[in-house]
C-alpha cells in the first residue's frame, strides 16, 4: 500500500483504503524518556496493520498513543470516526494475582459499551460464550485467571478485547509464547475481525506473522523507519539495517 501526503498535512492511502487512524509528527515517552520522534503515519480501516520493530524501538509506546492512553508530546493523532479502542496487552502486563474466573474476565469486555458492574443482556452473554469459542478457551471458562498458562492467558485477554466489538481492536504481541495452534487461531480471528469491517493493529518479533498482514509500520529507536506493504518493507536489506541481522529464509 503505498501512502501520498495531502496539502492539509493529513494522509490517505492511493489504493483508496479510508485510513482510521493518522499519526501526524507525532512525539511522545515517559517522564524521563520522549521514545516516538515525529511519527507520520496511517493505520488503513479494516485492514490488519503489524507494528515491528527491535526490543525497546517504541512498539508499545505507539500502540499506547493510539489506543489515546498515552498523549503526544506533540503533533497529531486523528483516529477519525474509529469509537474507542479495544486494547488487549501483553499477558506479562497482567496481574496473575486477579481472583476473577477467564468468563469474568472476558466479560468484562462488554463493560466498554455498559458501563461496569451492569448486569449483562442476553445477548451480551451470547458474545461473550462465542468469544469464548473463538479462542477455544470455552473449557477454560470457570477457572481461575491467575491459575492459567501464560498462553492460555493471552487467549482470554484476546478474547475479552473482541467482546467489546470496537471498530479498533490493538494487540501487544497477541502470538507471543503461543503454541503453533494458538497462532493460527489468533490469526484466523484476526482476519475475520477485518473482513468484519474491524481494524487491527498488532505488534509482533515474528517476520512471517507481520509478512501475513496486510500494512506494517516499522520502527527503529522510536522513529519509523518504513510503512507499506509488508513484502515492501521487510527487505533483506532493512531487516539486516534495523536488526543487524539476515531475513530468516
Ligand atoms: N511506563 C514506562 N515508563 C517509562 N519508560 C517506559 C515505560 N514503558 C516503556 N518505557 C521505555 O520506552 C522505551 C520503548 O518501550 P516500548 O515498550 O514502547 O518498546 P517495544 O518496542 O514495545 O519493546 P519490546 O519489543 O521489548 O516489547 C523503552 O526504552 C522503555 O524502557
Known amino acids: 500500500m503505498k501512502i501520498i501526503v495531502v496539502n492539509s498535512g493529513s494522509l490517505v492511502t492511493v489504493d483508496g483504503v479510508r485510513p482510521a487512524v493518522v499519526l501526524h509528527e507525532v512525539s511522545a515517552g515517559y517522564a524521563r524518556e520522549l521514545v516516538l520522534q515525529r511519527v507520520t503515519a496511517c493505520v488503513p480501516s479494516a485492514r490488519a496493520t503489524v507494528v515491528l520493530g527491535p526490543n525497546g524501538s517504541g512498539k508499545t509506546t505507539l500502540l499506547n498513543v493510539i489506543a489515546g492512553v498515552l498523549a503526544p508530546v506533540s503533533g497529531a493523532v486523528d483516529r ?23 468468563r469474568d474476565a472476558v466479560a468484562m469486555g462488554r463493560w466498554a459499551r455498559l458501563g461496569p458492574w451492569r448486569r449483562l443482556s442476553t445477548q451480551d452473554k451470547e458474545i461473550v460464550d462465542e468469544c469464548l469459542a473463538r479462542l477455544d478457551i470455552d473449557g477454560l471458562a470457570t477457572r481461575k485467571l491467575g491459575a492459567l498458562s501464560g498462553g492460555q492467558r493471552q487467549r482470554a485477554l484476546v478474547a475479552q478485547g473482541l467482546a467489546q466489538r470496537s471498530g479498533l481492536l490493538l494487540l501487544d504481541e497477541p502470538s507471543t509464547g503461543l503454541d503453533l495452534e494458538a497462532q493460527r487461531r489468533i490469526a484466523e480471528v484476526l482476519r475475520q ?57
Open 80 to 102: 477519525a470516526s474509529t469509537p474507542a479502542p479495544a486494547y488487549v496487552p501483553q499477558h506479562s502486563a497482567v496481574s496473575d494475582t486477579l481472583p476473577m474466573t477467564v
Open 193 to 249: 475481525e477485518c473482513a468484519a469491517g474491524r481494524t487491527v493493529v498488532h505488534t509482533t518479533h515474528d517476520l512471517d506473522e507481520a509478512l501475513r498482514a496486510d500494512h506494517c509500520l516499522l520502527l527503529n529507536a522510536g522513529r519509523l523507519v518504513a510503512q507499506g506493504a509488508p513484502a515492501d518493507v521487510l527487505t533483506e536489506d532493512t531487516v539486516r539495517a534495523v536488526w543487524h541481522t539476515s531475513r530468516p529464509r
